[in-house]
């Protein structure tokens, strides 16, 4: 008789974008453990992705979230094109940073105005402040929709885009259908300048802390979709280098993955406080002058400007987007052709919230063998939790409910996107 | 007529494909009865149905919703009524109708009158088509909605 006892093993635990909770314990007095807590079950998408044909990776990834599935259709077709040994046309390369600057406009614009900014005037919500601030309000729902806009025209659609392909775009645009967004940006540049210096006005809690920035770096552009991994402490790799570096790693109280930086096993930060540190000679000529006008500190390291560097890297969209749409010519072909072939490939673009590391493995015959996805939230989780153990002995002599309010837009600096779940807090005070 | 926007909300899964259905319907039959003063259009969520309402008077959203006690009921809402604030949202990041509305309220662009017409849905998988229940009531809501913009 055969053995009918079987072992059943997940190894391969993914990400979670939605609800979190936030534990912290007290011991006489004193800080013993946060505990950033994504209760949501895995969703799996690696494992999900296994036997499919490697076409069908960017519009699954894309469905790992709502606000930035351009960033996980980018980082997909560059691992993928990796993966076939393939190059892509200039031209392709142009629309797509062009479609990145349409998700960091729509993303960035919805998180300083209606996410972020009501935090610096007791707010609780961004409806509350649009009746103290509307015309402010008005101007960042016009901002985000500019970035829908763009992701219909390019990507089919607003919210998860289907016109990415592996070596290019199903279709191209054609140029009388770019022309007609280009009024709306080119007020949009303005509108994101004005918002910025809104925005860096604010009352800042004076927070340092001593972070390891992580991005991608390009001698000669803001790097959205390529470049090499740098940190401000001197790491300077090729993507293909990042698992050597970087490490995920399970946590008791997490469904989502902790990353950690292998040299120093300590947390690291990925995300617009980063990529302005380390690439602020790259941002276009607007955005850089604004940063000097608005004194904005070179390699920044108080988290609750972030939303200014944000603004900053909203200027920067719209002036690289404004460059491409005016200078727009159709590609020959909309995009490569290719045949399948077994091979591994990596990629990491800069999705909204920072890094966004995707490595495929593809078999002879176009079927994905292994996926392994890294994702911003997941990386600065452990950050989020090392800037909240560094708050809290400020915050010990409030009462629980203030505390778990200044927790809360804490971790908003961050932008996770478990930002709007973090709204609705359940802050579990133990030992007091 | 009062200039009038209707919008029809949706997505490509499901049941969450009747505000769209609804509005393209609606866009031929405003166009084959020459009805003017009346915008019809697709949203994908209710921030973007509540963008732009400068001028306008009157709203009119067409959702599917996880509501009613049937497959297919319409529930026809008037702002404010509290039960608008039930209808739940899409996503973590998305406003939900009550919020949008609200938002626009707080803006000052809320038009004078606003009103949420609902299909109950049962299906709103991905890929998904919509259910037999839905699609049988669009006429029904497209209908409604004509008769509603003669006043």
Redesign the interface.
């Given at each position: 008789m055969a053995d009918s006892s079987r072992t059943i093993r997940v190894e391969a635990l993914t990400r979670v974008e939605g609800e979190g909770g936030l534990n912290v314990r007290l011991d006489n007095g004193e800080v013993a453990a946060v505990e950033l807590n994504i209760y949501e079950p895995p969703r799996l998408f690696e494992a999900l992705l296994r036997g499919r044909a490697l076409e069908e990776a960017p519009d699954i990834t894309a469905r790992i979230c709502g606000i930035c599935p351009v960033a996980y259709q980018m980082s997909a077709v560059h691992a993928l094109e990796a993966a076939l040994g393939m190059s892509i046309l200039p031209e392709i390369r142009q629309l797509r940073r062009l479609l990145y600057c349409g998700e960091w406009i729509e993303s960035h614009a919805l998180h300083m105005h209606l996410l972020h900014a009501p935090d610096f005037f007791g707010c609780e919500s961004g409806i509350a402040l649009a009746e103290r601030f509307p015309d402010e309000v008005r101007r960042g729902l016009r901002l985000k929709k500019h970035g829908n806009e763009l992701l219909e025209v390019l990507g089919g659609r607003a919210i998860h885009p289907i016109n990415v392909a592996v070596g290019g775009f199903y279709r191209a645009p054609r140029r009388e259908e770019l022309n007609r967004i280009l009024p709306s940006f080119e007020w949009g540049l303005e509108a994101a300048v004005s918002a910025t210096r809104w925005v860096a006005m604010f009352d800042f809690p004076d927070l340092t802390r001593e972070y390891e920035f992580v991005a991608l770096h390009h001698p000669d552009e803001y790097a959205l979709n390529v470049g090499r991994i740098v940190s401000s402490r001197g790491l300077n790799i090729s993507v293909q280098d990042f698992e050597q570096h970087f490490a995920e790693r399970q946590v008791p109280h997490s469904t989502a993955l902790h990353s950690v930086r292998l040299a120093t096993n300590r947390p690291y930060l990925v995300g617009p406080l980063a990529r302005v540190a380390l690439n602020r000679e790259q941002l276009g000529p607007t955005a850089r002058r604004l940063a000097d006008e608005l004194k904005f500190p070179p390699g920044c390291n108080n988290p609750y400007l972030s939303i200014v560097a944000r603004g900053l890297e909203l200027v920067h969209a719209y002036e690289e987007a404004l460059t491409i749409l005016r200078s727009y010519v159709s590609p020959t072909a909309s995009r490569v052709t290719y045949a399948p072939r077994a091979g591994s490939g990596c990629a990491a673009t800069e999705a909204p919230r920072g890094l966004l590391y995707h490595r495929y493995e593809v078999d002879v015959d176009g079927k994905l063998v292994l996926a392994k996805i890294v994702p911003p939230t997941s990386q600065n989780q452990w950050q989020i939790e090392d800037d909240l153990l560094a708050l809290l002995p400020r915050l010990l002599h409030l009462p629980d409910e203030q505390i778990a309010g200044d927790c809360e837009r804490a971790i908003r600096n961050y932008d996770p996107c478990i930002s709007c779940s973090t709204h609705f807090l359940k802050l579990r005070m133990e030992g007091r | 007529m009062v200039p009038t926007h209707v919008i029809g909300l949706g997505?490509?899964h499901g049941d969450d494909q009747f505000g769209w259905l609804v509005a393209d319907r609606l866009t031929d039959e405003i166009e084959r009865r020459q009805l003017a003063g009346v915008t019809v259009r697709r949203a994908?969520?209710p921030?973007?149905a509540v963008?732009?309402l400068e001028g306008i008077e009157r709203l009119l959203l067409i959702d599917a919703c996880h509501c009613g006690d049937t497959p297919g009921e319409l529930i026809k809402l008037l702002w404010p009524t509290p039960a608008i604030a039930q209808l739940r949202g899409t996503?973590?990041?998305?406003f939900s109708i009550w919020?949008a509305l609200?938002?626009a309220s707080?803006?000052?662009?809320l038009p004078r009158e606003c009103r949420v017409w609902c299909a109950a849905g049962i299906e709103f998988g991905?890929a998904a088509g919509p259910s037999r229940s839905l699609l049988a009531v669009v006429p029904q809501m497209v209908e409604d909605v004509l008769m509603a913009l003669k006043r």
């Open positions: - | 997505s490509p994908v969520s921030l973007d963008n732009r996503g973590s990041h998305d919020q609200e938002l707080r803006l000052g662009s991905p």
